[in-house]
C-alpha cells in the first residue's frame, strides 16, 4: 500500500479503492489494518491517501452462514469502522453487468430471456440457481462461484471508480488457489494470483495479506482491542471424514490439505506462493485473446477442451477458428470449458443478441 500514501498536501479529491470482504479473519483484519492506516494518515496530515469503499458478496449458502449472521456482522463493521462506505449485494448482481469488463474480444452484450411465470426481480437468482444446478460437478460449481463473483467485484469497482481492488487472500489462501487453479487447467493465471498490479481485468489487483499465514492473521486478530472475533464470519472447514465425499470439491481438499501443513510445515506454505510469484506471463507472437466467462488471456489456437486433446501445437485451423472478431467472443479457456460444460448461455446472463 505504499503507493497509497499522502506525499502532499493537495486538494485533488483521493484516489478510491475497493475492498473485497468476505467476512473471514483475513478480509476483517485487513480492513482493521486499512482502517488503522488512514486514521494516521489524517492525524499527521489531515488528509488521507484514498477513499475506501467495502463491498461484500452475499452469498450465504456458499458459505454455510445464515443472513442474520452475516448482516450482524456487517452492522457491528460499520459500527466499528464508520467512516468508510459499505455495499453488501448479491451475487446474482452479476447479471446486472456485462458478460466482460474488458476490451476487444470481449464486447460483445448478452440480453436475459425472462422465463415465463418470473416477475423481472427473479430473473437473475433463478438464472443463477439454474445455471450452477446444470454444471457437472461440486468443483465446477464452486469454481464457476468464484468466478462469477470476482466479475461482480471487478463490475463494481469499475461502475463506482475505484481505481484499485484489495483482496484479503493470506499466504495459506494463495497457496489453496495456486494449486487448486493448477489443477482445474489455469495454471497460466497464476502469475496474476499474487503479485499486485494491472489484472487481466483491467484493474489493478493488490494482495496486503500475501505474507502472512492464517494462523498469524488469526492470533493477531485476537490481540487488537477490542478483539475482531465478533466481526468475523468463518467458513466451516471440512472434517476429514468427508474426504472421501463426492461433494468435495477442489478449492475444499486444497483448504484441507493446506491447513494441516499451514500448523507443521509453515515454511512449505510460504515457498508455494514465494516460488509462484517468481513466474511471468506468457508472452508469444500471436494475437492473445481473453476467455468470455474468466477474462483470463487464452493464446491463439489453444482456446477449449478441442485444441487440448494431446496436440498442443498451434495449427493453421486452429488460428483461423478464433481470427475474426466474432469468433474471438465465443472463446472460452481450458479450464472454463471442463466447468461450464454446454451451460455457457445461462451462466453468462442469457442468449447473445
Not at 478510491?16 to 480492513?31: A, D, E, F, P
Not at 500475501?210 to 466451516?236: A, F, N, Q
Not at 477458428?321 to 445461462?346: D, K, M, P, V, W
Request: some cysteine.
Amino acid at each position: 500500500m505504499d503507493g497509497y500514501k499522502v506525499r502532499s498536501l493537495t486538494k485533488e479529491k483521493p484516489r478510491k479503492i475497493l475492498l473485497s470482504l468476505s467476512l473471514g479473519v483475513s478480509s476483517v483484519t485487513l480492513l482493521y489494518l486499512l482502517d488503522q492506516q488512514l486514521r494516521i494518515q489524517k492525524e499527521r496530515t489531515s488528509q488521507a491517501g484514498y477513499e475506501l469503499h467495502v463491498l461484500h458478496i452475499k452469498e450465504e449458502e456458499s458459505i454455510g452462514a445464515s443472513k442474520e449472521n452475516i448482516s450482524r456482522s456487517v452492522d457491528l463493521l460499520k459500527t466499528r469502522f464508520p467512516q468508510h462506505k459499505y455495499t453488501a449485494i448479491s451475487l446474482e448482481e452479476v447479471y446486472h453487468y456485462p458478460p466482460s469488463f474488458g476490451d476487444g474480444a470481449l464486447s460483445a452484450t448478452t440480453t436475459v430471456v425472462q422465463p415465463s411465470g418470473l416477475s423481472a426481480s427473479s430473473i437473475p437468482r433463478e438464472c443463477l440457481r439454474t445455471s450452477l444446478a446444470l454444471l457437472p460437478s461440486p468443483s465446477a460449481r464452486a469454481d464457476m462461484i468464484h468466478i462469477l463473483r470476482t466479475r461482480l467485484v471487478v463490475g463494481f469497482a469499475k461502475d463506482t471508480g475505484c481505481e484499485s481492488i484489495i483482496w484479503g487472500d493470506s499466504t495459506t489462501r494463495l497457496a489453496e488457489r495456486i494449486l487448486a487453479e493448477t489443477a482445474k487447467g489455469r495454471g497460466s493465471s497464476i502469475p496474476w494470483l499474487t503479485t499486485d498490479g494491472l489484472s487481466p481485468h483491467g484493474i489493478n489487483f493488490i494482495f496486503p495479506m500475501r505474507d502472512m499465514l492464517r494462523k498469524e492473521i488469526i492470533m493477531y486478530s485476537t490481540l487488537t482491542s477490542p478483539p475482531l472475533g465478533e466481526l468475523i464470519v468463518e467458513t466451516p472447514r471440512f472434517q476429514s471424514s468427508s474426504v472421501s465425499s463426492k461433494d468435495v470439491t477442489i478449492d475444499h481438499l486444497m483448504s484441507q490439505y493446506f491447513e494441516s501443513v499451514e500448523l507443521n510445515y509453515p515454511s512449505i506454505v510460504a515457498n508455494v506462493v514465494r516460488t509462484s510469484g517468481k513466474l511471468k506471463s506468457a508472452t508469444t507472437s500471436s494475437p492473445s485473446f481473453l476467455c468470455r466467462i474468466c477474462s483470463l488471456p487464452v493464446a491463439n489456437g489453444t482456446q477449449g477442451l478441442h485444441a487440448w486433446g494431446g496436440d498442443q501445437e498451434n495449427t493453421t485451423k486452429a488460428s483461423n477458428a478464433i481470427s475474426t472478431e466474432n469468433a474471438a467472443s465465443e472463446i472460452t479457456c481450458y479450464g472454463c470449458s471442463r466447468s461450464i460444460g454446454g451451460s455457457a448461455g445461462l451462466i453468462l446472463g442469457g442468449e447473445r443478441s
